[in-house]
């Protein structure tokens, strides 16, 4: 069972930043309005994610790191949302296989912290600890007990890049949450709780937001929001581009290719413009399941969702060439 854990995690913990990603959207889903996160030789060494949110009484926190444990089911009707969401009470199971992790919360409201300790996957008992209402996890030397995943890791500063990307896209979606991100002792990032043009000003650069065009689409339960690099923004490089469905980050051919086609269909010539983008829409007409890291999607109507997207954005971009 152990190695069968192992074995999972590697589909779910490429790396580092697949790690980071499981335990900010934890933090997100407990409602935070506050999260740290602390790095060292790019995640590899240390992984911590402090937040403020609603917190794990003691008795669940062995739950918390059981494999299909997961306090986010209720109801069979839930059971829908959730199979469409990719909820799956596997993160955390996962990383405590595969690495020394400490899981530590008070719950609001409660005068008391506990904390569990988990080393190659095996629990240790709960006790006492000292934390402010909210959680901590931490995790320590990834992949310590797996050698040969390890050995697949890049240079630290590869691997720092993904969890610093990761960190963007989960901050970018969440302007109204605070966070805070720190490598090696430093502090890399600092975002105050703000609007999302002030969030996207801080992540894409303020001359972004200063000459971006807004896009505001809506149409049979789709709606298109955020920016677009207006036609004259000259700095747009391939990494500017989010695209978020439902809120999550994805990478997703359709779109791309549909806002691509947009810009080339004013300006005549190809280039990789710079967005951030947020297409909302009923989570019946997505598929989040397709990959288990949930970075790529399957719309079920993808010819009606690029035709959308391709207008919204063509939209704006052909009213100030016009
Ligand atoms: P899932 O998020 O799919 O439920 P996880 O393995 O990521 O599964 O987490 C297991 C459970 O641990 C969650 O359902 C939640 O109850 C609890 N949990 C994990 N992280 C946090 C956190 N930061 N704050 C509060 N509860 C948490
Ligand atoms: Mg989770």
């Given at each position: 069972?152990?190695?069968?854990?192992?074995?999972?995690?590697?589909?779910?913990?490429?790396?580092?930043?697949?790690?980071?990603?499981?335990?900010?959207?934890?933090?997100?889903?407990?409602?935070?309005?506050?999260?740290?996160?602390?790095?060292?030789?790019?995640?590899?060494?240390?992984?911590?994610?402090?937040?403020?949110?609603?917190?794990?009484?003691?008795?669940?926190?062995?739950?918390?790191?059981?494999?299909?444990?997961?306090?986010?089911?209720h109801?069979?009707?839930?059971?829908?949302?959730?199979?469409?969401?990719?909820?799956?009470?596997?993160?955390?199971?996962?990383?405590?296989?595969?690495?020394?992790?400490?899981?530590t919360?008070?719950?609001?409201?409660?005068?008391?912290?506990?904390?569990?300790?988990?080393?190659?996957?095996?629990?240790h008992?709960?006790?006492?600890a000292?934390?402010?209402?909210?959680?901590?996890?931490?995790?320590?030397?990834?992949?310590?007990?797996?050698?040969?995943?390890?050995?697949?890791?890049?240079s630290?500063?590869?691997e720092?890049?993904?969890?610093?990307?990761?960190?963007?896209?989960?901050?970018?979606?969440?302007?109204?949450?605070?966070?805070?991100?720190?490598h090696?002792?430093k502090?890399?990032?600092?975002?105050?709780?703000?609007?999302?043009?002030?969030?996207?000003?801080?992540?894409?650069?303020?001359?972004?937001?200063?000459?971006?065009l807004?896009?505001d689409?809506?149409?049979?339960?789709?709606?298109?929001?955020?920016?677009?690099?207006?036609?004259?923004?000259?700095?747009a490089?391939?990494?500017?581009?989010?695209?978020?469905?439902?809120?999550?980050?994805?990478?997703?051919?359709?779109?791309?290719h549909?806002?691509?086609?947009?810009?080339?269909d004013?300006?005549?010539?190809?280039?990789?413009?710079?967005?951030?983008?947020?297409?909302?829409?009923?989570?019946?007409?997505?598929?989040?399941?397709?990959?288990?890291?949930?970075?790529?999607?399957?719309?079920?109507?993808?010819?009606?969702?690029?035709?959308?997207?391709?207008?919204?954005?063509?939209?704006?971009?052909?009213n100030?060439?016009?």
């Amino acid at each position: 069972d152990h190695l069968v854990n192992q074995i999972a995690a590697g589909e779910v913990v490429e790396r580092p930043a697949s790690a980071l990603k499981e335990m900010l959207e934890n933090s997100l889903d407990a409602g935070a309005g506050k999260i740290s996160v602390d790095l060292a030789q790019g995640g590899i060494k240390l992984i911590r994610v402090t937040d403020n949110g609603s917190g794990i009484a003691p008795d669940d926190l062995p739950l918390a790191l059981d494999r299909h444990a997961t306090s986010k089911i209720h109801s069979l009707s839930d059971l829908e949302s959730v199979a469409t969401l990719g909820f799956r009470g596997e993160g955390l199971a996962s990383v405590a296989s595969v690495s020394r992790l400490t899981l530590t919360s008070r719950p609001q409201d409660s005068a008391h912290a506990h904390q569990i300790v988990a080393i190659d996957g095996t629990l240790h008992p709960v006790e006492p600890a000292a934390h402010p209402e909210g959680t901590s996890v931490e995790v320590v030397d990834l992949y310590f007990n797996t050698p040969a995943r390890r050995k697949f890791l890049k240079s630290e500063a590869t691997e720092y890049a993904h969890c610093s990307a990761t960190f963007e896209r989960i901050a970018l979606a969440h302007p109204h949450v605070e966070f805070l991100l720190r490598h090696n002792g430093k502090v890399v990032q600092r975002l105050p709780a703000q609007t999302l043009a002030e969030r996207i000003g801080a992540i894409l650069g303020r001359d972004f937001v200063d000459a971006a065009l807004t896009v505001d689409a809506e149409a049979a339960g789709l709606t298109l929001r955020g920016l677009v690099a207006s036609p004259t923004y000259s700095k747009a490089s391939r990494d500017a581009q989010y695209f978020y469905v439902n809120g999550r980050f994805v990478r997703d051919k359709l779109a791309q290719h549909a806002i691509r086609q947009a810009f080339r269909d004013v300006l005549h010539h190809e280039r990789h413009p710079c967005y951030a983008l947020f297409l909302t829409l009923p989570p019946e007409g997505v598929d989040v399941n397709v990959h288990p890291t949930k970075i790529e999607v399957r719309f079920r109507e993808s010819q009606a969702i690029h035709q959308f997207v391709f207008h919204g954005v063509n939209k704006v971009l052909a009213n100030t060439v016009a």
